[in-house]
């Protein structure tokens, strides 16, 4: 089973709607979770951070974590094309302090 | 965030030669770090770069093959050793300050060809 697991899409939205990205994890000890954005041939670049259980908003972002069901996820409202690329899932495991796992990352499509 | 800047870009090498990708950040931090891409892949961590000691090396990456040196705590360098065509990846190098939750940003990468 992998650490992190994401669907690897490509999930298409209109322009407009809302984007919703997933990602499970098997290590319930878990510490903090990283969502990033790549845009083709460019790094990935941060979007947020989580680490509590609930939601945490950033202007257009907001990402979900349940640590129960060991999930976490993205969601892009009034998503723009500007917007597609892939999205990364990343999870720092238990005693892992700075180590980063990533998820294989889910490629969205916003089409206007 | 930090700036951060990779040197070279992208290479196209030889197989059985050896590539040095420099790393360098505009302002000191605790933590830099190594990753490898794949074509068509995520991100694998290849080692943490430790300032004024040895790197430590995630499972399945040795510093035989990928010595890392960080003389102090703006620069790090990766060499990758002796290349053959499944080397051929993006290195991106990445810092994060000595925070709760470690926040990483990445680096422009470099593009490596493995001919």
């Known amino acids: 089973q992998k650490e992190v697991e994401q669907n690897s899409g490509p999930l298409s939205v209109p322009e407009g709607a809302i984007a919703s990205l997933n990602c499970t994890y098997s290590d319930r000890g878990s510490q903090s979770f990283f969502w990033y954005r790549q845009y083709s041939g460019k790094s990935p670049e941060l979007i947020m951070f989580i680490y509590s259980n609930g939601d945490k908003e950033d202007g257009r972002f907001t990402a979900q974590l349940n640590k129960a069901s060991q999930y976490v996820s993205l969601l892009i409202r009034d998503s723009q094309p500007s917007d597609s690329a892939t999205y990364l899932c990343a999870v720092v495991p238990p005693g892992g302090y700075n180590k980063l796992i990533f998820g294989a990352g889910t490629r969205l499509a916003v089409h206007p | ?115």
């Open chain 2, 1 to 115: 965030s930090a700036v951060i800047s990779q040197k070279p870009s992208r290479d196209i090498c030889q197989r059985g030669t050896s590539l040095t990708i420099q790393c360098q950040v505009d302002s000191q931090v605790t933590m830099m770090f190594w990753y490898r891409q794949q074509p068509g892949q995520s991100l694998t961590l290849i080692a943490t770069a430790n300032q004024g000691s040895e790197a430590t090396y995630e499972s399945g990456f040795v510093i035989d093959k990928f010595p890392i040196s960080r003389p102090n705590l703006t620069f790090s360098t990766l060499t990758v050793s002796n290349m053959s065509p499944e080397d051929s990846s993006i290195y991106l190098c990445s810092v994060a300050e000595q925070r709760d939750y470690n926040e990483q940003f990445f680096g422009p990468g470099t593009r490596l060809t493995v001919l």
